[in-house]
């Protein structure tokens, strides 16, 4: 690397970079560029990205993200949707060899073969990104469910759905998404970064997120599906009580309400809970006894 020219995630290359390919950022696909070397790196260190990893970066953007992984990692492919940046990218990074762009949707992309193909097996995969958020769920969900098991995903996002990846039962921000996502992995706050850090900048403020394997849980749902569409059913009218949601769910004739009846009365919960009062554990075992008393 010519060591006169500033790194790309520092404020005058991002500039430059900018002006120089007359790139305007597409609101539209999430584009705000991390111009800070600082929280950069503090992205790469919550990952702890050795040379030993194989790292999945979504949406590189100009790149920034992408030279500090590369510094530290064994390979990285990042999936660019946006044509434009592909020529950018290709001078951006020509210094890194252990980077490969990918010009694809990540939502369209199949994981496992993306892996098998570029990747050495034997290393630990990791994705590290500043995610388009206007995507942020989809892309997580898909991720968590491509059957890839990664060993370590921190990522960036809007802080609202950070808060709402983490919260705990009982408080405002816990809902549908706080149950899969914590059902599917450790989820943690790493750190908060101000919109200030951006170019252009967002209207709101950001977090990192890091999301690990989760120890196993004591009980399994019947089925991943199932668990996550009665979650959402639950959280349908987060105002009104579970037994309320429940009647939306599986409907409101005498008979169904004797037996939603007797399902939580054996499953030990109150008819008057809100759902936001219920653990993962709690939505877990209610979606296997529902399921065993054939509503669903
Ligand atoms: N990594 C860069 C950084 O930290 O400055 C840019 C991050 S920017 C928030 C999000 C990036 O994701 C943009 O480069 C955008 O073009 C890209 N993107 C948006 N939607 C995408 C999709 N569906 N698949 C892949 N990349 C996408």
Redesign the pocket.
């Known amino acids: 690397m010519n060591n006169s020219v500033p790194e790309i ?1 520092s404020p005058a290359r991002t500039k430059a970079i900018l002006s120089r390919y007359r790139l305007v950022a ?1 609101k539209s ?7 800070d070397l600082n929280i ?1 790196r503090n992205i790469v260190n919550a990952a702890d990205v050795t040379d030993n990893d194989n790292v999945i ?10 030279e500090q992984i590369a510094k530290r990692a064994r390979k990285v492919v990042a ?4 044509e434009n ?1 592909l020529p950018v990218l290709d001078e951006t990074l020509m210094d890194y060899d252990n980077v490969k762009v990918i010009n ?4 369209k992309a199949n994981l496992p073969a993306v892996i098998k193909d570029e990747f050495e097996p034997g290393h630990p995969v990791k994705i590290v ?7 942020t769920t989809p892309i997580l969900m898909g991720v968590l469910q491509s059957g890839v098991s990664f060993d370590e995903i921190v990522v ?1 996002m809007q802080r609202e759905v950070a808060d709402r990846l983490v919260a705990e039962p009982g408080t405002k921000a816990y809902g549908s998404l706080s149950v899969v996502m914590q059902y599917r992995a450790h989820v943690e706050v790493a750190f908060e970064v101000p919109r200030t850090a ?1 170019i252009p900048q967002p209207n709101v403020d950001s977090a990192i997120i890091r999301l690990t394997p989760r120890e196993p849980l004591p009980v399994k749902p019947y089925d991943d599906q199932a668990l996550y569409k009665f979650v959402k059913g639950c959280f349908a009218h987060r105002r009104k009580t579970l037994w309320n949601n429940l009647q939306g769910i599986f409907g409101k004739q005498p008979e169904v309400r004797e037996r939603i009846e007797a399902v939580l009365k054996d499953v030990g919960i109150s008819q008057q809970l809100r759902p936001e009062r219920l653990t993962l554990i709690n939505f877990i075992e209610l979606t296997n006894a529902f399921h065993n008393e054939g509503l669903m």
């Not at 696909?29 to 111009?35: A, P, R, T, V």
């Not at 949406?59 to 992408?66: K, R, Y």
């Not at 999936?79 to 946006?82: A, R, V, Y």
């Open positions: 995630g597409k696909l999430g584009q705000n560029f991390l111009s950069l970066e979504i949406g590189p953007g100009i790149g920034a993200l992408t999936f660019e949707i946006d940046l694809q949707d990540i939502l990104a500043n995610l388009p958020y206007y995507i960036m951006f």
